[in-house]
């Protein structure tokens, strides 16, 4: 969800969140156009999308990935920043990127399944989605909504959760829940892998097997070793070529924040009040009705 042209661009405009098919973007770095452009993207064979709503753990999986191609060769992941080695489809850069990109493409998207690539819908690459509890996820928001300097503060834990349960959320990528009931009802065909981002804490080693072996790329014992060693929390906070700190303080304020900050399973029980997490729950039960999704909301549960 950064802009992949920031290097060149100072980010004086505005901060306003627009709508395409009943879907908030941010205007800055996402146009009519340019989510067109996602939609008709030629998609081909060999390309692999990195598929999740904001704060899932997108960042983690563009990692991940670029090291499963590599074979567990660090080059990439140390000299090229993860914008560039796994470009957002729907940004206003994303043609440019990846039209004359050599095959094979990794591509990242925070779009939902409704306006995904068609041709992908059809069959046509693969993706992995991730998923993760969303009151970690709004807690992710709400810090990341100070610290970027491209969308507007979104105010409040209250507030955000007014905002985050509404069926017409003005946050980038819109309402979560149809964002991950719409991935997840395709969690059965067979380009479509989903993964959760607890999965991934509690055993990131046997994830990054998994997720290799869904890329048809499988890796040696000791490739799976350097990747899993490579892409802990800890290891990625000190990676600027992940972790952001690239990025100049027009388009991030790095005064009040990270973009690595917390990592971890159940940081929402810090912040979130008994009665916001009850009023969240009575939410969640009703929008998730049918939903056979399971999460995992506190790391103790991680190790049952
Ligand atoms: P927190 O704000 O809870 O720390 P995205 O990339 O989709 O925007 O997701 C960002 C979230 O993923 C942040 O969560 C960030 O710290 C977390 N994250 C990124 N890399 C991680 C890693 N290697 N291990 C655990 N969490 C990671």
Sequence with gaps: MIPQTM??????GNCQLHEYKGVSFPTKIHTPESLQY????????????????????????????????????????NTIPNWKR????????????????????????HAPYSIAPKKLKEGKGKAIYITRNPKDIMVSLLHFSKFVRFFADIGTLEE??????????????????????????????PNI???????????LRGSVKRIADFMERPLSESALDTIAEHCTFSSMKKNPMAN??????????????????????????????????????????KKMEGCDLKFIW???ELHK
């Design 193 to 203: 892998f989903i993964i959760s981002f607890e999965d991934m804490v509690k055993d």
């Design 298 to 300: 506190d790391i103790a």
């Design 244 to 285: 952001y700190s690239l990025i100049s303080n027009d388009w991030l304020d790095h005064n009040v924040g990270t973009f690595m900050r917390k990592g971890t399973v159940g940081n929402w029980k810090s912040e979130f009040t008994v009665a916001l997490s009850e009023a969240f729950d009575t939410v969640y039960a």
């Design 38 to 77: 996602m939609e008709d993207f030629d998609v081909r064979d060999d390309d692999v999308f990195v598929a999740a709503y904001p704060k899932s753990g997108t960042t983690w999986m563009q990692e991940i990935t670029t090291l499963i191609l590599s074979g567990g060769d660090l080059t990439p992941v």
């Design 86 to 109: 796994v470009p957002w489809v729907e940004n206003i850069s994303g043609k440019g990127f990846l039209e004359n990109c050599p095959s094979p493409r990794l591509i990242s998207t």
């Design 160 to 189: 955000c959760f007014r905002n985050f349960v509404s069926n017409k959320a003005q946050l980038h990528g819109g309402s979560w829940f149809t964002h991950v009931r719409g991935w997840h009802e395709h969690k059965d065909d």
């Design 7 to 12: 290097e060149e661009n100072d980010n004086k």
